[in-house]
């Protein structure tokens, strides 16, 4: 079946699986869905590679100059005192955070052509087109108040855009990885911290988004290994698998959005969930085991769609993310104002008047019920009775991400890191 004819079904489909609350409203065609996800001053989107991306090539002097841009100005005689390396001036421009993909610095050194001007593009896409050793990421072990225990994994993309190869034109591409994103882009927490320490991080994001966009039907036999591996695990170990779609990215397209759908359903005892700013993948129908959180702050077009059909967001499952002026004043520190950190690395109260202090202006600026709001450990010792969404759950930074695949939490409320 052609690519476009797929998309064609599926749009059929969601229009079909939609309850009759929300019948009229708009579901985006693909041509559609990328004419909104793509910046106006971009170039024309190229949908060339197998599953089809909100995309552009990147090439030639704009390549040359971002690389340039990305090595960066050496500070002659100043050097880091911890790792003895030559400090450097970047000279990104504002833009390039939200328009170029983050190659590290490291990487443009390394593909610097012995003229000290030019980079080696062919050795970059040979790089970015390897196979990725693995697709699924460990993350946390988490024991439960019940005794039982859970092994997280993630599946995910650059954050924002992110550079691929189209192996059917040996050229590299920029993806929109978050075509939904928009007041988002500011706190991504996937665009700061481990995600661009370290060199390694964007070589293997972009295999992977080079490995799914090329060859979907490998990308899914490989992860479908991965995860009946991990599963057989799980059984001998008595602990349950959950996947987390979208460490960073999201579903950058229908087809795409549905291709992940339909796999999950091949895997009725593995728990997967995903936090979007993409509407259709609040709206359209799910398997039960694929759990779906909306996440505030995505562009106006996409929130227009989910606030149509729920406007106080009192029935879709959602996450937000809390300013800082809400919590900062209520956390515990210590005498020289540092904070004071949970044995696990999170944040916490001053005091039990804090922790009532904070749920009271929750519950004011969202509109919730003081006594539906929990702390992360609150949550964890109540096990879930029933899909019925009636708690909103605080989260702070160095604590778990089991309340946004439980059907019985409402809202993630996560404290903005500083």
């Known amino acids: ?27 985006m065609s693909v041509d559609q869905f990328v ?34 841009r990305t090595k960066g100005t050496d500070l002659p005689g100043q050097f880091d005192k911890k790792t003895g390396k030559q400090k450097f ?47 699924l990421k460990q993350n946390e072990k988490m024991a ?16 924002l855009v992110g550079v691929a190869v189209d192996e059917s034109t040996n050229q590299l591409i920029i993806v929109n990885t978050c075509p939904g994103a928009g007041s988002c882009k500011v706190d991504c927490y996937a665009m700061g911290g481990g995600y661009i320490q370290y060199e390694a991080g964007w070589l293997s994001r972009a295999r992977l988004l080079t490995f799914l966009l090329n060859d ?5 036999a490989k992860l479908s290994e991965e995860i009946t591996k991990e599963e057989a695990a799980g059984k001998k170990g008595n602990y349950k698998v959950s996947i987390r779609w979208h460490d960073a990215g999201d579903f950058f397209s229908p087809e795409y959005m549905q291709l992940a759908f339909d796999f999950a359903k091949k895997f009725p005892d593995v728990d997967f969930y995903a ?18 959180n909306w996440s505030e702050g995505a562009s106006p077009e996409q929130e227009r769609q989910v606030k149509a059909q729920d406007p106080g967001l009192e029935r879709t499952k ?20 540092n904070l004071v950190k949970t044995a696990g690395g999170a944040w916490q109260p001053d005091s039990p008047a804090a922790l009532h202090t904070l749920k009271d202006r929750l519950a004011k600026e969202y509109n919730l019920k003081p006594q539906s709001i929990l702390t992360y450990d609150e949550m964890m010792a109540i096990p879930q009775k029933s899909n019925i969404q009636k708690w909103n759950v605080i989260i702070a930074p160095g604590e778990g991400d089991i309340s946004a695949k439980r059907a019985d939490v409402l809202s993630t409320l996560l404290l903005k890191h500083g």
Do not use: W
């Not at 690519?3 to 609350?21: F, S």
């Not at 809400?326 to 515990?332: I, T, V």
């Open 1 to 27: 079946m052609k690519i476009r004819e797929l998309i064609e079904n599926i749009e059929k489909q969601a229009r079909h699986d939609l309850p009759g609350a929300v019948r009229g409203i708009k579901i």
């Open 35 to 68: 004419q909104q996800s793509q910046p106006k001053d971009d170039a024309e989107v190229d949908e060339a590679t197998k599953l089809s991306a909100p995309s552009r090539e990147l090439g030639g002097k704009e390549f040359q100059d971002y690389m340039t």
């Open 89 to 135: 001036k970047s000279d990104k421009t504002a833009s390039d955070k939200y328009k170029m993909p983050y190659i590290h610095r490291s990487s443009a050194i390394k593909y610097l052509l012995p003229d000290g001007k030019t980079y080696d593009e062919d050795a970059i896409k040979r790089a970015v087109s390897q196979r990725p050793a693995s697709i």
């Open 144 to 159: 439960h108040s019940n005794g039982e225990l859970e092994q997280f994994f993630n599946v995910g993309f650059a954050a």
């Open 216 to 220: 979907p039907d490998g990308f899914f």
């Open 275 to 292: 936090y979007t700013k993409i509407a259709s993948a609040v709206m359209s129908k799910k398997p039960d085991n694929f759990m779906i």
């Open 318 to 337: 959602n996450s937000r993310i809390v300013p800082d002026e809400l919590f900062q004043d209520l956390l515990k520190r210590d005498a020289k104002g």
